[in-house]
């Protein structure tokens, strides 16, 4: 077969194109807003994919659909048919997965994170063929308590690594909607933690440009002190902690609209595997769950809520499971929840095709993986040739 000089050049020039996209062209700024659309912002932190369909129970009642599910994914977890099996489900049953990623766990601290796992990271969520077209990501957790970076507390090195993350990840993808870890506001200055004051104005004195690199706030909204907390009581340590962090960020001079992500939040129960008499009866959270919907969670700031926790059978939070212990039953907040009248959401859907395969890390081989493109580029230059 005899292939014409027109279409060698042409497909020369095709080749170029591909590569020159595929490895050097920066992606424009592609997410969209949750809250243009209609959006069911209640959600559920689970810890186990088969807690699913229970999930999608939970917060598409009601007349909802497409609610909200956290879920942490740690980094000897990255592994591609597993969750890709996962957003699969989740897109069957209209959930929109929100991804906290964490490290290891080296004894009682989670293992501080370098900047070789950067790339890993982000190959691996590239690789992977998401429910909806934004693709909500949390850069870690809690990095005011040492026990969360590897023993320490670091502002400064948080803020560039989060930077790092979101430059990357944007990379890959712009459709990556990147939020900052969730912050215990209640932590006092201490050998172990930070006040979330002097985290955030460190943090920010060494990054002003921090906002660039995030596109919503996640707030970690418990109603403090003991998980005694009333739902009127406003500022930091409460249900409206995120409206004080709003406000501390403003005064820190972050005036960008951050749509907000509740990702924990809700009362432990009196009844676990310990009863604890200081905490709110099981009886008492759902009616406290039914108010606070009418109240708290009505702001228009608010993208997602995912209280802790639906399904966590033992210590150290089995205070704060929905479901009871070695029944497939659960406390009246999961009702409580279930018949909060909420709305069927409209997010934009994912409907771009995956090129990037996830090549597994060697565990002796710290180089980055390198993206390999599939046969579906090159497949469209041989119809181009042959046709």
Sequence with gaps: ????????????????????????????????????????????????????????????????????????????????????????????????????????????????????????????????????????????????????????????????????????????????????????ASAPNSSATMDEVNFLKILIKDHPDLSNYIDGWTSHAYPNPGFRGKITDTGRGTLQTFDWELGLLNDLGIDKFLPVFITETGWPHREGDQTVHSYYSADEVGDLITSTAQSVWSDSRITAITPFLLNYLSEPFSNFSWQIKDQADFYPQFDSYRSIPKIAGRPVLNDTHIFVNYIQPNLGDKSSPKPEIKSTLLSVLLRFLLF
Excluded: C
């Design 1 to 184: 077969m005899k292939i014409s000089s027109h279409k060698l050049f042409l497909a020369a020039l095709l080749s170029i194109v591909i590569f020159l996209k595929a490895e050097f062209i920066t992606p424009t700024f592609a997410i969209t807003d949750p809250l243009e659309v209609p959006n069911n912002k209640y959600g559920i932190h689970i810890i186990d994919e088969n807690d699913l369909e229970n999930a999608a129970s939970l917060v598409n009642s009601s007349n909802g659909s497409w609610g909200y599910v956290t879920m942490v994914i740690t980094e000897d977890d990255r592994k591609v048919d597993k969750w890709q099996a996962i957003f699969d489900r989740m897109k069957k049953y209209k959930l929109i997965p929100i991804i906290r990623l964490a490290t290891k766990l080296t004894g009682s601290n989670w293992m501080k994170p370098n900047d070789t796992e950067i790339e890993y990271w982000a190959d691996f969520l590239n690789s992977l063929s998401w429910p909806v077209k934004n693709r909500y990501i949390i850069i870690f957790n809690e990095p005011n308590h040492a026990k969360e970076w590897g023993g320490t507390v670091n502002p400064e090195e948080y803020g560039r690594l989060l930077i790092k993350y979101s430059q990357s990840l944007k990379q890959k993808n712009p459709d990556f909607f990147i939020l900052p870890a969730g912050l215990d």
